[in-house]
């Protein structure tokens, strides 16, 4: 090989080994994101849970009879 191709191979190797370490940076930086994510969807989780709880438990006393009601007063 002449010095010009293992110069231009060596380049080459430099570019690859470059765009891998970004990559890399990349992947972890995506990975973390996404485990902050999960952790949100689980905390969203566990709130709808406990306001379907809370909504299911609710006394219907509580709630308004439509039938009872005046109708607003632009009918």
Excluded: W
């Excluded at 470059?18 to 905390?43: H, P, W």
């Amino acid at each position: 090989m002449t010095d010009k191709n293992t110069a231009e191979l060596e380049q080459r190797i430099n570019d690859l080994e470059c765009q891998l370490a970004f990559q890399e940076q990349t992947i972890e930086e995506l990975n973390d994101a996404l485990s902050q994510q999960q952790l949100v969807i689980s905390k969203m989780q566990d709130q709808m849970k406990y306001v379907v709880g809370k909504m299911k438990s609710m006394d219907k006393s509580n709630l308004a009879d439509p039938s009872e009601e005046t109708p607003p007063p632009h009918y």
